[in-house]
């Protein structure tokens, strides 16, 4: 059967990117309190709120751009799978900022973005097995795996920037941080749709019950 026709709603891909970038922003502000904090023993605290800011939000970006698709099918959502894909960015956003807190070694930070990066992949994933709905989903190996690289690219990224704060290299300037959340949040974003693109919905071809005429 031929692929079904889909499109986008353009003020909620908008509000999507609006959200990766704030979150991106707000996990970048959260980050400062973890440094402050590590004489006062509450920093890892604020590593876990710094992580589930960022996980959330990266999170929130993912449905908000779902709930863009618009497709000619009903559709609704595994409760299991979408509270699964929550964990999952919240987990691996902590992984990743851990290996700049805990380990604070620079070629670590590769090591957590690749961590990171397949978590935020995974959890992109997960969120697509959670639409359920009348279709199959074929995907496009190419496309299915650049997304991998840009999530690996953008989180390896993210945990530079946060290490050269740790470290005093890059001034924690308002102006800094937005330039930052706007280029993580884009590329985050084009992780997203380019997962999404990697995706083509057709028709489930239902068997005809047998009537009297077919005996």
Do not use: C
């Not at 502000?29 to 402050?36: D, F, P, R, T, Y």
């Not at 497709?71 to 929550?86: A, D, E, F, H, K």
């Not at 995974?122 to 359920?132: I, N, R, S």
């Amino acid at each position: 059967m031929p692929p079904l026709e889909s499109n986008y709603s353009l003020p909620l891909v908008i509000i999507s990117i609006a959200t990766a970038v704030l979150a991106s922003f707000v996990a970048l502000e959260l980050a400062k309190s973890v440094q402050n904090s590590r004489r006062k023993g509450f920093w890892n605290v604020w590593l876990w709120t710094s992580a589930s800011a960022m996980g959330l939000g990266i999170w929130t970006m993912h449905f908000i751009g779902m709930f863009a698709l618009q497709l000619p099918v009903s559709l609704r959502y595994s409760v299991g799978y979408t509270i699964l894909s929550l964990l999952l960015a919240v987990v691996a956003s902590f992984a990743g900022f851990s290996f700049v807190y805990l380990l604070r070694k620079f070629h670590w930070v590769f090591a957590g973005g690749f961590i990171m990066g397949l978590g935020i992949a995974g959890m992109h994933y997960l969120g697509m097995m959670a639409m359920q709905m009348e279709v199959q989903m074929r995907y496009d190996l190419n496309l299915v795996t650049l997304s991998v690289v840009i999530a690996i690219i953008v989180s390896t990224a993210a945990l530079l920037i946060l290490m050269k704060m740790e470290q005093g290299v890059l001034e924690e300037r308002f102006f800094t941080k937005a330039i930052t959340a706007l280029v993580m949040g884009a590329a985050v974003s084009s992780m997203h749709y380019t997962g999404m693109a990697a995706v083509t919905f057709t028709l489930i071809q239902s068997t005809p019950a047998s009537g009297p005429l077919d005996k």
